[in-house]
């Protein structure tokens, strides 16, 4: 006889019960993580974030699918060979992910350094740094708001649209003052389109694209940033090691002469 399992399944939230109230949806990052889902709210999807992936995850060969091939290869008593094409190609692909792998752990620690949260007094080196991805082939279809009618029902789905323009604006009016909130709003930009035109579309390719050539330039500003202050900081330790050296040396051949004139003093007198 068959016997149904009991499967608990986690209740909705009260905001998002038929009758809920005003507020259809979580209000802060408490209430989300509390639940036992994915809350399908207005503010982000799952498969947004997924889809700004830079590379897609592969599961490997399972045990008996393993067993399989190499018990097949040895009964048919053949060698796999591969050619050079194949060996350069494996190559640099082992190459690219090395260098992915090194990038994403330059982003995770990108948030402890200081100047990366460093406000500036000024506005030419965020309008530097946006000239550079604004100028670049992937930033195209980003440099100017969404047209509502070539994207029906974008407005209703993305509540928070931005564009390259529109930061432009926020830069020199002194709403973004750092890398980071820079990096932040590029990072919406990417976010909303991979939201509306879903992950397997050319223009989320090409949003990976175009984000993976913003985080390196994001990545040398700053690179280039933290240099100049460490180098503008040893100078200054340099400058102040001379100058209390110069008075140490002066205080020191102050004694002698001090000295001397008691000297000179004392056999005056006598």
Same mark, same amino acid.
């Given at each position: 006889?068959?016997?149904?399992?009991?499967?608990?399944?986690?209740?909705?939230?009260?905001?998002?019960?038929?009758?809920?109230?005003?507020?259809?949806?979580?209000?802060?990052?408490?209430?989300?993580?509390?639940?036992?889902?994915?809350?399908?709210?207005? @503010? =982000?999807?799952?498969?947004?974030?997924?889809?700004?992936?830079?590379?897609?995850?592969?599961?490997?060969?399972?045990?008996?699918?393993?067993?399989?091939?190499?018990?097949?290869?040895?009964?048919?008593?053949?060698?796999?060979?591969?050619?050079?094409?194949?060996?350069?190609?494996?190559?640099?692909?082992?190459?690219?992910?090395?260098?992915?792998?090194?990038?994403?752990?330059?982003?995770?620690?990108?948030?402890?350094?200081?100047?990366?949260?460093?406000?500036?007094?000024?506005?030419?080196?965020?309008?530097?740094?946006?000239?550079?991805?604004?100028?670049?082939?992937?930033?195209?279809?980003? *440099?100017?708001?969404?047209?509502?009618?070539?994207?029906?029902? @974008?407005?209703?789905?993305?509540? =928070?649209?931005?564009?390259?323009?529109?930061? *432009?604006?926020?830069?020199?009016? *002194?709403?973004?003052?750092?890398?980071?909130? =820079?990096?932040?709003?590029?990072?919406?930009?990417?976010?909303?389109?991979?939201? =509306?035109?879903?992950?397997?579309?050319?223009?989320?390719?090409?949003?990976?694209?175009?984000?993976?050539?913003?985080?390196?330039?994001?990545?040398?500003?700053? *690179?280039?940033?933290?240099?100049?202050?460490?180098?503008? +900081?040893?100078?200054?330790?340099?400058?102040?090691?001379? +100058?209390?050296?110069?008075?140490?040396?002066?205080? +020191?051949?102050?004694?002698?002469?001090?000295?001397?004139?008691?000297?000179?003093?004392?056999?005056?007198?006598?």
């Amino acid at each position: 006889q068959l016997v149904e399992p009991a499967i608990a399944i986690p209740l909705l939230p009260t905001p998002y019960q038929p009758g809920g109230g005003a507020i259809n949806y979580l209000e802060d990052v408490q209430q989300i993580l509390g639940t036992d889902f994915s809350p399908p709210d207005r @503010y =982000f999807t799952v498969s947004a974030l997924l889809g700004r992936l830079r590379i897609p995850l592969k599961l490997p060969a399972t045990t008996s699918a393993a067993a399989a091939a190499s018990a097949a290869a040895a009964s048919s008593g053949t060698t796999v060979t591969k050619s050079k094409k194949e060996e350069l190609e494996a190559e640099k692909k082992a190459k690219q992910l090395r260098l992915s792998f090194e990038k994403q752990q330059a982003l995770l620690t990108l948030d402890q350094n200081e100047i990366y949260h460093q406000e500036h007094i000024e506005t030419t080196t965020l309008l530097a740094l946006w000239k550079r991805i604004s100028s670049h082939r992937t930033s195209a279809v980003f *440099r100017k708001p969404v047209n509502p009618l070539e994207a029906p029902g @974008y407005q209703e789905r993305i509540l =928070f649209p931005i564009d390259l323009s529109l930061i *432009r604006k926020m830069i020199v009016c *002194r709403m973004i003052k750092s890398y980071a909130g =820079f990096h932040r709003c590029v990072g919406l930009i990417c976010h909303n389109c991979v939201k =509306f035109n879903g992950r397997e579309s050319d223009y989320s390719a090409l949003t990976r694209d175009f984000e993976d050539n913003v985080d390196e330039k994001v990545l040398e500003a700053v *690179r280039n940033a933290s240099a100049a202050a460490a180098a503008k +900081a040893a100078e200054s330790n340099k400058a102040v090691a001379a +100058a209390t050296g110069g008075a140490g040396g002066a205080a +020191a051949a102050a004694p002698p002469v001090a000295g001397a004139a008691a000297a000179a003093g004392t056999n005056g007198a006598a």
